[in-house]
T-cell receptor
Framework: AQKITQTQPGMFVQEKEAVTLDCTYD???????LFWYKQPSSGEMIFLIY??????QNATEGRYSLNFQKARKSANLVISASQLGDSAMYFC????????????FGEGTQLTVNP | DTAVSQTPKYLVTQMGNDKSIKCEQN?????MYWYKQDSKKFLKIMFS???????INETVPNRFSPKSPDKAHLNLHINSLELGDSAVYFC?????????????FGPGTRLLVL
C-alpha cells in the first residue's frame, strides 16, 4: 500500500493567491514526522517544512504552513501569496519511528503559478 | 559554501561500463543517504550510512555498492550499467537523532546510460 499519497499530479494557481497541496499518509506508528520538499526545474531538493505527529500546532515557515489533520492522516501544504518562483514539483515525505531514518516520498505535485 | 555536494553533476555512459558518483557534506552530519529519482520523478531510498556503518540497504541490485570512507563522504559505485539505471541520483545527509532531523539533499547526479 502507498504510504504517502499526493492525489494532485498538477495544480495551477494565480500569482498572489493561496494554494493547498494535498498529502495523505498511511502508518500504524504513533510517532512519525512529515516533511515537504520543493524541487524546482533546476532539480535540487529544498526542504520547506516539518510537522511531528505529536506537535499540537500546525507548523509554519514564512509563506508555508502545514494543515495537519491527524485523525484524517492528512498533512496538506498551504502556500500563501503565491509567487512565480513557487512553480516547482512539491513532495510530501514521511519518516516513521519504526523505519529508522528513511524518508518515504509521495509522487509529487507539479505546481504552476500563473502571472 | 556548499552543504551537500555531488560529482559529477552529469554522467553519460555506455551500457556495461562501471561508474562512480561522489558525495561530500560539510554540515557535520553523521548520516548520509543515496536516493534514486526515476523518470516519473519518484524518489526512493537506496542506502544509508551512519558513521560509516551501513544502516539501510533497500532492495537494490548488487551492482550498486556504496562506500563511506568517513562520515562526511558517501560514494556510490555502479558496475555493469544498464539502461534502467538512467535516473537522477541524490545524496542527502542528516543527523541521526529524532524524527525531526531534516535530510538535506545534494544537487543530484543525472545519469544517462546509452
Amino acid at each position: 500500500a502507498q504510504k504517502i499519497t499526493q492525489t494532485q499530479p498538477g495544480m495551477f494557481v494565480q500569482e498572489k493567491e493561496a494554494v493547498t497541496l494535498d498529502c495523505t499518509y498511511d502508518t500504524s506508528d504513533q510517532s512519525y514526522g512529515l516533511f515537504w520538499y520543493k524541487q524546482p526545474s533546476s532539480g535540487e531538493m529544498i526542504f520547506l517544512i516539518y510537522q511531528g505527529s505529536y506537535d499540537e500546532q500546525n507548523a509554519t515557515e514564512g509563506r508555508y504552513s502545514l494543515n495537519f489533520q491527524k485523525a484524517r492522516k492528512s498533512a496538506n501544504l498551504v502556500i500563501s501569496a503565491s509567487q512565480l518562483g513557487d512553480s516547482a514539483m512539491y513532495f510530501c515525505a514521511m519518516r516513521e519511528r519504526t523505519s529508522g531514518s528513511r524518508l518515504t516520498f509521495g509522487e509529487g505535485t507539479q505546481l504552476t503559478v500563473n502571472p | 559554501d556548499t552543504a551537500v555536494s555531488q560529482t559529477p553533476k552529469y554522467l553519460v555512459t555506455q551500457m556495461g561500463n562501471d561508474k562512480s558518483i561522489k558525495c561530500e557534506q560539510n554540515l557535520g552530519h553523521d548520516t548520509m543517504y543515496w536516493y534514486k529519482q526515476d523518470s516519473k520523478k519518484f524518489l526512493k531510498i537506496m542506502f544509508s550510512y551512519n558513521n560509516k556503518e551501513l544502516i539501510i540497504n533497500e532492495t537494490v541490485p548488487n551492482r550498486f555498492s556504496p562506500k563511506s570512507p568517513d562520515k562526511a563522504h558517501l560514494n556510490l559505485h555502479i558496475n555493469s550499467l544498464e539502461l534502467g539505471d538512467s535516473a537522477v541520483y541524490f545524496c542527502a545527509s542528516s543527523l541521526r537523532g529524532g524524527l525531526k532531523e531534516t535530510q538535506y539533499f545534494g544537487p543530484g547526479t543525472r545519469l544517462l546510460v546509452l
